[in-house]
Nanobody, 119 residues
Framework: QVQLVESGGGLVQAGGSLRLSCAAS????????MGWYRQAPGKQRELVAA???????NYADSVKGRFTISRDNAKNIVYLQMNSLKPEDTAVYYC?????????????WGQGTQVTVSS
């Protein structure tokens, strides 16, 4: 069973930066296309960044140019570097397999990490 543990969230002022980490146990991240998702209160969970097995990346328009997804295969960790944060980035952030690539087949969700951006 795959376990995902997200960390690195917090409270930051608009314009600030955070780096999120996602540690996986029970599977090898490098063999999977991975993604970072977020869910704001009252909204559906959305995929904001993805990285393929080959290292290609894709981003939602709302975060393009500000967020960077990366992967440390040796540590089995996926990162999300978030710069120029905006209040609308406030959400709980999760990592998982790329639901678009795997047509909805993802692992069990972790607890997520809260990101709060103040104006």
């Amino acid at each position: 069973q795959v376990q995902l543990v997200e960390s690195g969230g917090g409270l930051v002022q608009a314009g600030g930066s955070l780096r999120l980490s996602c540690a996986a146990s029970g599977s090898t991240i490098s063999l999977n296309a991975m993604g970072w998702y977020r869910q704001a209160p009252g909204k559906q969970r959305e995929l904001v960044a993805a990285i393929s097995r080959g290292g290609s990346t894709n981003y939602a328009d709302s975060v393009k140019g500000r967020f960077t997804i990366s992967r440390d295969n040796a540590k089995n960790i996926v990162y999300l570097q978030m710069n120029s944060l905006k209040p609308e980035d406030t959400a709980v952030y999760y990592c998982n397999r790329d639901s678009t690539y795997y047509k909805g087949s993802v692992w069990n969700w972790g607890q997520g990490t809260q990101v709060t951006v103040s104006s």
